[in-house]
């Protein structure tokens, strides 16, 4: 492949003689050619793609067509609209669509503000900045379903979790035998997973933040502090622009995660007490009660849901790089 | 006030000093975010060197004597279950996918960002709309296609959907990394005549490098962490950590000390390395679009 050569490569030309045609036609070929070497290291990733997750996804559409239970083989055939007018009448479905914004909109939203405080708090220079970063990471690095289970039962079981041991033990400190002991998961499920999934994304939020804020112009924040702007009025008329599109980004990519979570849902709760989730419940309707058809449909549901976050991402996104066109 | 140990000397005017004793507290604010972010980790990692007994105790025991109980159990001495087998199902399931996913996505990358073919844009946006689809709707199709060709329960299956997983995000993450190279360097050794393999190496390499191995890691820690496929398409055999992780609970009642081993183990691989490529981390999260 030839390397932005000012002429077209010896051979290429000879070839285009030999063949014959006018210097307009031959000029063409040799573009095209140079054209194809320029595309073919993309071919391998590209085709790979398509094959891996695209035409699954075709399969699904066309799966969603037919009644199929696995459970009942011999009952199979073409459902036209059953299935999509089954999970549009489903509460439980209905309900899950429900779960999943309010799951998606809390995680990203309090974790995206905790993140921009923790940002801030880092960005200013203090002793042991490097240490309490690294303390403040680990949630993210933790295995999903570890940091599930670790929730689950070393934090909030009711009987010797961390949280209500904790309470019996300032309880006692003030000479009281009858802390508070809530039973955490049964009492507010959705909030439970809804902590640990905050806990373990504020670091991401964080750290893109934190990028956001160390590529930050100092010499904008040294002349209005000059000029006597307090401290609000930086953050608020220099910061809070300059972070802008980072905030965008870290809430958009992690919605694109947070809305395909499986572990924490899978695992706190096993989707019960009105946790389930998109992606569980598909995953239960397919695994559990096996209707192929049915959980087709949702599955074309759910990308038709995030067709619309997506085209925000990629909005976003593509006003990121739009600075980059230039090259 | 008193004078804590952190506080700096009685100094310049009072703003200043003011401004100090702020600057003193916001410090100990973060700390002190740092330490509660941290402590259900470092709860967990003590409650792993506990034994049962003292790891189920209300209130909680943080001073009881240190055992190896838990891992001991882990690691099959005394339950008899290996966990060997799905460490390195996992081990292999993500070293190969890296590997796969390196491969297929350097020289994507390159077309994007050094020899921009047209439309890369267009290009870059397909690979990152893939990976905004949720990877549960296409499971079904994997499952079946998996289930009749006899790749239920293989590793390689897991290889193959990992590596598709991770692809969309490498290639971002290279194209930016690629795309630090300046121009202006790869004109200079055209002119000088350099071939490929001179510019790839002296030039584009030295830049690459560190991003090539951002990439790696977080290909890795996504497949490490991966459970839905895993519990999915996998069974007895080629069941991965997280599998296995999940499979304590539900099959044998709970050993919570057990459980912050297994958990403590299986995490530890991907925080050390977390912890070393910190600032590549970001970069690569946020797809390169973040410097």
């Not at chain 2, 190969?96 to 073919?117: E, G, Q, R």
Request: glycine share 6%; net charge positive.
């Amino acid at each position: 492949m030839p390397i932005r050569t000012a002429e077209p490569a010896p051979g290429a030309e000879a070839s285009a003689v030999r063949r014959g045609g006018g210097p307009a036609a031959r000029a063409r070929r040799t573009e095209r050619a140079k054209n194809w070497a320029r595309r073919a290291p993309l071919l391998p990733a590209l085709v790979f793609l398509v094959i891996v997750t695209q035409l699954p996804f075709v399969a699904t559409v066309v799966i969603s067509f037919t009644r199929w239970n696995a459970l009942a083989p011999e009952n199979r055939g073409f459902a036209a609209f059953d299935n999509y007018r089954a999970v549009f009448t489903d509460p439980a479905m209905r309900a899950s669509v429900g779960t999943t914004v309010l799951l998606t909109v809390t995680v990203v939203l309090v974790s995206l503000l905790l993140g921009l405080v923790l940002a801030l708090l880092l960005d200013r220079g203090f002793r042991g900045r490097g240490i309490v970063r690294t303390l403040l990471i680990t949630p993210f690095l933790v295995v999903p379903v570890a940091s599930a289970l670790l929730w689950k039962h070393a934090l909030y079981n009711a009987s010797y979790g961390l949280l209500n041991g904790s309470l019996t033990w300032i309880w006692r400190l003030f000479g009281s035998d009858d802390p508070p002991q809530p039973d955490w998961m049964t009492d507010s499920p959705l909030a439970a997973v809804e902590v640990s999934l905050i806990w373990q994304w504020t670091p991401f939020m964080m750290l893109i933040l934190l990028a956001g804020l160390q590529s930050r112009a100092t010499d904008a924040i040294e002349a209005a502090r000059m000029d006597g702007a307090s401290a609000f009025d930086i953050f608020r008329y220099l910061t809070l622009p300059h972070l802008r599109r980072y905030l965008e980004l870290a809430a958009l990519l992690g919605t694109v995660y947070v809305v395909q979570n499986f572990d924490a849902v899978f695992t706190i709760t096993s989707g019960g007490l009105g946790t389930a989730n998109l992606p569980y419940t598909i995953y239960q309707t397919f695994y559990q009660a096996h209707d192929y058809g049915r959980a087709s449909a949702q599955g074309v549901v759910v990308v038709l849901c995030s067709l619309l976050v997506a085209t925000f991402a990629l909005r976003t996104v593509s006003s990121l790089l739009r600075e980059e066109v230039t090259r | 006030m008193n004078r804590s140990p952190l506080a700096p000397r009685r100094t310049g005017s009072p703003a200043t000093r003011r401004r100090r004793r702020t600057g003193t507290l916001l410090g100990l604010t973060a700390w002190l975010c740092g330490i509660g972010f941290f402590l259900p980790v470092a709860w967990m990692v003590l409650t792993s060197f506990h034994s049962e007994t003292d790891a189920a105790t209300n209130p909680p025991s943080v001073g009881a004597g240190l055992s190896l109980h838990g891992y001991r159990e882990f690691f099959g001495a005394d339950s008899g279950v290996s966990p060997w087998p799905p460490l390195i199902n996992s081990l292999t399931a993500s070293v190969v996918a890296t590997v796969l996913v390196l491969l297929l996505a350097i020289p994507a990358a390159y077309a994007l960002a050094i020899k921009p073919v047209r439309k890369w844009s267009d290009v870059l946006f397909f690979f990152l709309s893939t990976k905004m689809l949720p990877l549960v709707a296409g499971l079904l199709p994997v499952y079946l296609v998996a289930q009749n060709t006899g790749m239920l329960d293989s590793i390689w299956l897991l290889v193959l959907l990992y590596t598709s997983m991770n692809l969309p995000i490498a290639v971002w993450m290279m194209r930016s990394f690629l795309a630090e190279v300046p121009v202006e360097m790869l004109e200079a050794a055209s002119i000088d005549g350099a071939g490929l393999t001179c510019t790839l190496t002296r030039i584009v390499a030295p830049v690459a490098m560190p991003g090539i191995a951002a990439t790696a890691l977080i290909s890795f820690i996504f497949s490490w962490n991966e459970l839905l496929f895993a519990r999915v398409l996998t069974g007895i055999v080629a069941g991965t950590s997280p599998v296995f992780l999940t499979g304590l609970v539900t099959s044998q009642g709970l050993f919570l000390a057990k459980v912050c081993a297994a958990a403590t183990v299986i995490s530890l691989p991907v925080i050390v390395a977390g912890f070393a490529a910190q600032d590549k981390l970001v970069q690569g999260l946020s797809l390169g679009a973040v410097k």
